[in-house]
């Protein structure tokens, strides 16, 4: 179907850098259908594809992974924000901001590209 889903987190969130406000969350570790996903709910509440949408029992019939990952790019910071969800009973119940204290290298990050986001999380990027 889609490429990512749409995230609602239940409260807002701040940039950790540059403090500006995030309100649009993507993901890529979801179903990918472009669903819109809600915090407190096990199934998606929406989908962004037009006339071609699945019906609400359809859609009803879909999950999120126990972990997952979701990214904003509204703050206009040289690396999106990235928030790390958890699912329990298969419904989405945390979303925790990663900072500098709980970064964690990526699979396919380079070394070298860790240390610069790092060093941004951090707020000494240049």
Request: hydrophobic share 30%; aromatic share 12%; charged share 30%.
């Amino acid at each position: 179907m889609g490429i990512f889903d749409t995230y609602k987190p239940a409260h807002k969130h701040i940039c950790p850098v540059c403090g500006g406000e995030l309100e649009e969350w993507q993901g890529k570790d979801g179903p990918c259908g472009l669903f819109v996903w809600s915090e407190g709910l096990a199934s998606p509440f929406g989908q962004n594809t037009g006339e071609n949408n699945l019906s609400e029992e359809e859609r009803g019939t879909w999950r999120l992974p126990g972990k997952f990952e979701i990214y904003s790019y509204d703050c206009g910071c040289p690396y999106p924000v990235v928030a790390n969800c958890k699912c329990e009973n298969d419904v989405w119940v945390t979303t925790e901001l990663v900072t500098a204290s709980n970064a964690k290298q990526r699979k396919e990050e380079r070394k070298e590209d860790f240390k610069k986001r790092l060093k941004w999380l951090e707020g000494r990027a240049t």
